[in-house]
């Protein structure tokens, strides 16, 4: 899977980069045969309130058939933000794999169970 990692107000490093990539990586296992468009994500640091200190935010959007997978997390901790990202869009794949599953299901029923009005 082709992803595209951007850093926002902090240094994007190689080791940070291939965490990510590592992580993402393993998305595809529950990706299964579902073709991925577009994979960004965007790692980020901002300061929080007074007593907050420095903030990490990671967000990924996955472009999949018919839907875009959103999840963005925040934690004191990067390796932490990225971690929950990764679990958190690993339940939306499944989520989204239900979906289709299910629909495909509803779609074979209806087209096998006969008319009733026919005689």
């Known amino acids: 899977m082709q992803i595209n990692i951007k850093a926002t107000k902090m240094q994007l490093t190689p080791k940070i980069k291939d965490y990510v990539q590592e992580k993402m990586d393993m998305l595809e296992r529950y990706l299964g045969n579902i073709p991925v468009h577009n994979c960004d994500v ?41 971690d929950k990202v990764k679990d958190h869009l690993r339940m939306s794949i499944k989520k989204y794999k239900e979906k289709k599953i299910t629909k495909k299901r509803k779609g074979n029923i209806a087209r096998s169970e006969p008319d009733q009005g026919e005689n």
Request: aromatic letters at 2%; charged letters at 35%; glycine letters at 12%.
């Open 42 to 82: 965007e790692i980020g640091k901002s300061v929080g309130g007074q007593h907050c200190g420095e903030i990490y935010r990671a967000e990924v959007n996955l472009k999949v058939p018919g839907e875009l997978l959103r999840v963005e997390k925040t934690e004191k901790d990067l390796v932490k933000a990225i």
